[in-house]
Structures are given as C-alpha cells and as structure tokens.
C-alpha cells in the first residue's frame, strides 16, 4: 500500500528547504505477525502527515514486500531490491515497530540491511510499542542508523498497549497527548528533513 499525497505550499510551521519541491516521507510499517498492530499506527501516521504542507508521504509496508534471499547479501552490495528506488526518494523516515524480545523484529533488520546508501545522511523518527512502550527496540535501532549515517531525531514515540486505542474499526485513536507528542516529533523530522536536503546537495559528506 502507497500513500502518495502531495501538498505543493510549504508549511508555516517548519524551515523550508533552498531545494524545490515538497519534503519525501517514507512510513515504514515492520511488523509481519498477524493481528499486527503497527499498520494501524502508520495510518496514524501518514494521516498526520497528509496534514502536513509541503509533505508526499509513502507508506512502505514490510508484509507486502518480498526481499531477496539473505544468501545474496553482502556488505553494501547486493541484488537490487524491489523498494530500493523507493527508500533512496525518501528524504525522511518513520519507523513503526513493535518490541519483541528486547529489540525490534528480524524483519526491519533484514529491510535495512538490505539498503545501504539510501538510508545515508537522512533522518528518521522512532514510534515503537510494547507493553512497556518498545524503548529497548528504540535504543537498539539508534545504533544500527548511526552506523548508516542516519540521524534519529531526539523525539520519538514510546507506546504502551496501544491496542487498547483501537476503535470498532481497527483505527488507532490515541489521547491527545499522544497526538500532540507525534506532531512535535514530525516537526522535528521535517526540520531535519530539510537541513540534510540542503547538506546533501551543497556540502559533500567528508568520506
């Protein structure tokens, strides 16, 4: 499933970018488990997002792609996948995982391993969840994206029991203080969004 909403004014509320054209969001939904919640969040997501001038949001969800066999991979090299081009337009990032097992689950690990450059100098915003509200997933990803020369933003969702949001219709309908803490973080993404855009076109990265 895509959403591919485009919004051509820039937002009041966030810096614009000297480069043209609206900011690139990729929503990555990483669950593959049924009865997963995490779709149900990255619709949260994405809406918030589609309100958001100056925003083309892509929903990427992991159970609906298939990655080549782990046998293929190497280190920066590798069959091109079927998302490749996808993750290289996004600008930006929202990662939707739950907690198991004091991480997150082997399917993100196996979609970020399975790009490489186009995760580079770009930034990504955290919402995990758990009984406990996902932290441990969170602090293990910080690693693996600064590894790639990503930048995690410092606001980022920790949801406990979010299944308990659910409405009749499977809809993620958190308090407002939720709501409130995502929109602080998005803001925060499209702020980095913005200054990386302009590093990465105007001040090469040393190495």
């Known amino acids: 499933m895509t959403a591919q909403t485009a919004h051509s004014e820039p937002s009041s ?8 054209g609206p900011k690139r969001v990729a929503v990555i939904s990483s669950s593959l488990r ?3 919640m995490s779709p149900s969040i990255a619709d949260w997501v994405v809406a918030a997002l589609d309100r958001t001038s100056g925003v083309q949001v892509d929903l990427i969800d992991l159970a ?12 920066g090299g590798g069959p091109t996948t079927e998302v490749a081009d996808r ?4 600008e930006a990032f929202v990662v939707v995982t739950p907690e198991y097992n004091h991480s997150y689950p082997g399917s993100l690990k196996r979609f970020v391993d399975w790009h490489f450059s186009q995760w580079m100098l770009k930034p990504a915003t955290i919402i995990a969840y758990g009984v406990r509200g996902g932290h441990a997933a969170t602090e293990h990803l910080r690693g693996v994206f600064a590894e790639l020369n990503m930048v995690t933003t410092r606001r980022g969702l920790g949801l406990s029991t979010p ?3 659910l409405d009749d219709a499977e809809r993620y309908t958190p308090d407002d203080g939720t709501t409130r803490a ?4 998005l803001a925060e993404l499209l702020w980095w969004a913005g200054v990386l855009r302009d590093a990465r076109t105007d001040r090469p990265f040393p190495g």
């Open 13 to 20: 509320d966030h810096p614009t970018s000297s480069v043209p």
């Open 34 to 36: 049924e009865g997963r």
């Open 64 to 75: 609906e792609i298939t990655l080549p066999d782990d046998s293929q991979l190497y280190p």
């Open 87 to 90: 993750v290289e337009a996004a």
């Open 163 to 165: 299944w308990e949001a």
């Open 182 to 185: 995502l929109s602080a973080a």
